[in-house]
């Protein structure tokens, strides 16, 4: 494909692919596994069949594949899934054959690919507007969503291999749970095995992306970052159904709220925000299943507050990663913001020579990071497009190791951020101890868990 500027590759693209289709879906027994099967076409010249394998062993009922709910589940799946292919053209009309939606769930839906593709949109440099966007034609039949599965007061716990769902997992290490991982990674099972759980004790799904996709990436169609969180949501709802544990308890804080780039509405973290959890209950509880709680176990808290309880579960240091890069090799890069943020919100909290058998160096003392630092900080216009804590909460941690560290031993970059123009108010901006002891009062989590955690973070 001839390369050309991204808004002007987004507009050829519509025209020259108007539809996108979402012809059907497939339930594929096998003796093992179950396989959830997807069709998608992009004007009858594209076509792709991604797959879920699920493992038959995490149904606690098998009658439970006839039942309405699965199926408005699994299409659902499909919904949140089409993104992913969709983008690769934008194409301004997508026809959904196999379920009805009506306005309310339209509109829903097209908020989701508006804000949930906002990093796309931005750093595609794409002009457009929430309407304007794309036009969602339900072709298909209602489903009645009339929950009728046993339903048990257990924990469904998403593990993504991060710090942040180590925390859930110890804090509900009384209650009864069943991890959930989709595509694991090697971390995640270590965190499992590390947790008290076997994989025959977890549920596991296995997602496989069409080449075709793929192939489309590799010739210079649109692509980018997608609401990843949000097909985590609606997987976790199969999970649920599939164990009879009715409550979803994610890990997401609320630092996740905070905008990437300052004053918009463009979030890296939109479907982890506090503002996608309301809408995602308000959907599923109007049109999939009223037995579901679906919550954030640590919404309440912020990064600082996560990283404090976190430094106490050691047991966890060998093995966490919250690095992409380092991922396929079970490792920090110590090349990205993830890595850099993950030191320093940790920094506060552990010596450095802890840190450095976690990371293999001081990620501090590394110059080239001060381009990741000053966006951590605040210097830069926009933070980086990783899942990262808010600015205050970066300063804050700052703030604390420039109080503790003697001057003539400052790393690299701490004697940057003392040079900044602006450096004393900054420091002085940011109260530490207050956001140690915050609590964000926009959340869904339960009476009983709620105590539980004021026990752990306050008393």
Known sequence: MQQKDSHSLFHDLRKKYPTFLFESYSVIPSRNDLTLEFSFSISDTFFFKPRLIISLDHF???TIIDSPLFHQIVIHIGLIEMISYWKATCSPKVIIRPVHLDKWQVDWWKKLFYHGLGEFIYTNSIETDQESLVTLLPEGNSISSHSTFH?????????????????????LSEYPCRPYMLNPRQSASQILRQSGFTESESVIFHRNIHPQLLELNRKGFLNGHTPFSALIAFTSLLASLLTGYRNIALSNESSANEATVPHTTINHQYSKTFEFENDFREYCFSYISRDINYFSLLRP?????????????????????SCNEGSHSDSW?????????TYIILSPFLEENELIRIFGYNLLDNYLLKD???????????KPFECVG???????????????????????????????????????AFSWHKLLQNYDPAHFVPLELEKMIRKEVYE
């Not at 966006?375 to 926009?382: A, I, M, P, R």
């Open 60 to 62: 606690h009922d098998r």
């Open 151 to 171: 339903s048990e007061e257990g924990y469904i716990v998403p593990i993504g291999g991060g710090k942040d769902s180590c925390v859930s997992l110890r804090l």
């Open 301 to 321: 808290l912020n990064e600082l507050q996560i990283a404090h309880l976190f430094s106490g579960m050691r047991e966890y240091f060998p093995y966490f990663r």
């Open 333 to 341: 890069c110590g090349r990205c913001a993830k890595c850099l943020f």
């Open 372 to 382: 990741l630092f000053d966006q951590l900080t605040g210097v830069s216009d926009e």
């Open 390 to 428: 808010t600015v205050h909460e970066v300063n804050a941690a700052v703030r604390v190791l420039l109080e503790r560290i003697p001057g003539d031993k400052l790393p690299l970059l701490l004697r940057h951020y003392q040079s900044l123009p602006f450096y004393s108010d900054r420091v002085d």
